[in-house]
């Protein structure tokens, strides 16, 4: 039974994007432009060359902005800023959601690449604010991005999070191989599942899933 995979649960970690609020909200449509045009003002270059530099770094190096700061030495808080002033107004609030993570036994934490001020925002517009323990952003792993292994250990260890009673609910599949290596239960959420080995649990319905863990 579910219940009995997580029963030993006592923290959880939530990805934000794409993982607190559906995929059809399209959140990242307005980062990508955002994104576009950061690049092409800071390096002086076209459209279709900054969205392969975007592309480009975003698979080699965890984030676009890690590859931007690995290759351009660009600093990160100009382009956190400038990328997170998006329109959220189309966000609706979910209460059924927010009711069963506030019933998950124990912390609860948020953890995404974006900044924890970004999140705040996200989490507002989904009527998710209050119910979390802590908020980690990007900055609080000193700019490493995940899936590196390096990311997590900065953000867990400053939480105080036993990996070998914790969860990671993530979109990203490869963003749970560090968590899976470090002892956690892993939970891919996407519309489309992934067999990675270091996938425990699959759903593409947060909501219905946590129902169903929490019996």
Do not use: C
Request: aromatic share 10%; hydrophobic share 40%; net charge negative.
């Amino acid at each position: 039974m579910l219940q009995n995979d997580f029963s030993h649960v006592t923290q959880w970690v939530f990805d934000l994007d794409n993982t607190l609020y559906p995929p059809t909200d399209r959140l990242f449509d307005q980062i990508e432009v955002k994104m576009r045009h950061f690049i092409m003002d800071t390096l002086s270059v076209d459209a279709k060359t900054a969205d392969g530099l975007r592309t480009t770094y975003w698979r080699e190096h965890g984030t676009s902005l890690a590859g931007l700061m690995a290759e351009h030495d660009v600093p990160p808080w100009p382009f956190l800023h400038d990328v997170h002033q998006i329109d959220m107004t189309h966000m609706h609030k979910d209460p059924d959601l927010a009711a069963q993570i506030t019933a998950l036994p124990g912390r609860k934490i948020v953890y995404t690449n974006g900044t924890a001020p970004y999140a705040e925002n996200v989490l507002k517009a989904r009527g998710l604010d209050g119910i979390f323990d802590a908020l980690y952003g990007v900055e609080h792993a000193s700019y490493v991005p995940k899936p590196r292994r390096a990311a997590f250990e900065q953000v867990f260890g400053a939480d105080g999070i036993d990996t070998t009673r914790a969860a990671m609910f993530e979109d990203e599949a490869r963003n749970l191989e560090a968590p899976h290596d470090m002892g956690m239960r892993t939970v891919h959420v996407h519309p489309v599942p992934d067999l990675a080995p270091y996938v425990h649990h699959h759903t593409d319905d947060l909501t219905g899933f946590l129902r169903t863990l929490l019996g």
